[in-house]
């Protein structure tokens, strides 16, 4: 007797339906477009309760100009002087960004030869936290006498002020190193080199920029201080000078350029970081979305 073997049963593909997926995508960029509403509108909403009742109690209380402008002069102000606030804000977005650009340099090289020799990890370290002990205050004038009202000195100020939390996020990322994968390598046959370029390096990538955009922010305020001062142009000494003619509304004008700089370096952290390690990006936006 011959057993009779049943024939396979040839699994379908389920059907595609075209209209689904032509509406899949839009569905994709609604449900995009509500998270960003959903974490967006909140802030924009009590921003807006709070200009709104800064402009009624200014002209409920009838506050001269010179202590408490109203919002909507500082933005008549603002945009009257527009050409001048905007050529300010170059002079502070290029001290920011090359002073950023020296921290980066030095944050990148301090960390990585503490990665590599724990000796002199033990050594170095105390003295990055030493280094945050001294008041810019009291540091910036004396780089001003040093150095003269040039680039130099104010792109000092801002290395000075950012390159600890970068070394510091550097640091935590090399020891987050996951030890299964680096006795892996090394079992077969790599070297401490492989091991920091395809092992420690991707894994403190995110670390490294959720210390970046910490010091991204503190960057245009070191580069804004330095300029308050000593300096020829910026938003820094712009201010003083509207400060010292009693102009609050200038004052407050530039402060919003100020903010509105950087938050737009702040945002470009993350298409940086999109860009660079996108997995990572992925993993906290399924967090999130939990």
């Known amino acids: ?19 689904a ?13 509500r ?34 402008p109203a919002p909507s002069r500082v933005l008549e102000q603002g945009w009257a002087q527009r050409i001048t606030i905007l050529d300010h804000a ?19 090289t301090i960390a990585i030869v503490i990665d590599f020799s724990p000796v002199l990890r033990r050594g170095i370290m105390p003295l990055l936290v030493a280094s ?21 000195p104010k792109m000092l100020v801002v290395a000075l002020v950012t390159f600890f939390p970068v070394v510091v996020g550097l640091i935590e990322g090399f020891n987050k190193t996951d030890r299964e994968v680096t006795n892996l390598l090394r079992s077969m046959g790599g070297g401490r080199i492989k091991e920091f370029l395809f092992v420690r390096l991707p894994s403190a990538l995110p670390s490294f920029f959720t210390s970046l955009r910490i010091a ?20 820094g000494i712009y201010m003083s000078v509207q400060k010292n003619a009693f102009r609050t509304d200038l004052v407050l004008a530039a402060v919003l350029v100020t903010a509105v700089l950087s938050i737009s370096l702040y945002l470009v952290t993350f298409a940086i970081e999109r860009v660079v390690i996108p997995w990572s990006f992925k993993e906290r936006k399924v967090r999130n979305a939990r």
């Open 132 to 152: 945050q002990t001294i008041p810019i205050i009291a540091i910036a004038p004396l780089m001003i006498i040093w150095f003269g009202f040039g680039l130099l």
């Open 21 to 33: 997926q032509a509406i899949q995508p839009r569905r994709r960029r609604m449900r995009r477009a």
């Open 216 to 235: 991204i922010t503190y960057a245009v305020t070191g580069a804004i201080f330095a300029e308050y001062v000593g300096a020829q142009m910026g938003l």
């Open 1 to 19: 007797m011959t057993d009779v073997q049943p024939a396979p049963v040839a699994s379908e593909a389920p059907p595609t339906d075209p209209i």
């Open 90 to 108: 170059s002079a502070t977005l290029q001290v920011t960004l090359t002073g950023f650009a020296v921290s980066l340099a030095v944050a990148w």
């Open 35 to 68: 998270g960003f509403w959903e974490n967006v509108l909140p802030s924009v909403a009590i921003m807006a309760i709070l200009v709104a009742a800064w402009e009624i109690a200014v002209r409920v209380l009838e506050t001269r100009p010179q202590v408490l």
